[in-house]
């Protein structure tokens, strides 16, 4: 039997315990891909995100929770210390007012392995949170171009997964 890679799901988070980060972590842990950790990192909430967190954490032993020392303001060194505190083969990011879709984490490694690449991306669903029976529709989308890539980033950090070594090998977010 061959073992899957785990992945490491980072989700940086500041007061957004009531109405977005439940979201995000039931949609990190009900992935099709189950091997993975999901690490929330807090920077600093003065709500009640411990324990939105906490009550997760209680019935799904692959949720971590890391609280900042101090308040960065963004989400660079927390997504860093997310980094840091993981344990996966790749790594991935769900910003705390996103969620991913079932499939998305095994989307996204199965793009990776089948190119033997760093760095796995896809498109971006957007909701209308004001229209809810509008559905999903594409957000962020372009063609793979690294002229472009190198003009204009348009891929959020939600959209892609990429190996441990590679963001060690470019020294993480920069701060």
């Known amino acids: 039997m061959i073992m899957e890679k785990k992945v490491s799901i980072v989700i940086s988070t500041y007061n957004r315990a009531e109405k977005f980060l439940p979201r995000a972590i039931r949609s990190a842990l009900e992935q099709t891909y189950k091997n993975i950790e999901v690490i929330v990192v807090d920077d600093c909430s003065t709500d009640n995100t411990s324990d939105v967190v906490e009550s997760f954490a209680k019935t799904d032993s692959r949720l971590l929770y890391y609280r900042m020392q101090t308040n960065f303001g963004k989400d660079t060194r927390p997504k860093n210390a997310g980094i840091l505190a993981s344990s996966g083969d790749y790594i991935c990011y769900l910003d705390d007012d996103c969620e991913f ?3 998305h984490v095994e989307r996204l490694v199965a ?3 089948k190119e033997n690449a760093d760095v ?7 909701r209308d949170e004001s229209n809810p029976s509008a559905g999903l529709a594409l957000g962020i989308s372009h063609a793979p171009d690294a002229q472009f890539l190198l003009k204009r980033n348009y891929i959020d950090t939600s959209m892609a ?5 590679s963001v060690f090998s470019v ?3 920069d701060e």
Do not use: K, N
Not at 161 to 165: G, P
């Open 171 to 173: 020294g993480g977010w």
């Open 120 to 126: 796995a991306y896809c498109q971006m669903l957007l």
């Open 161 to 165: 997964l990429h190996t441990r070594e």
């Open 101 to 103: 879709l079932p499939e």
């Open 111 to 113: 793009a990776l392995e």
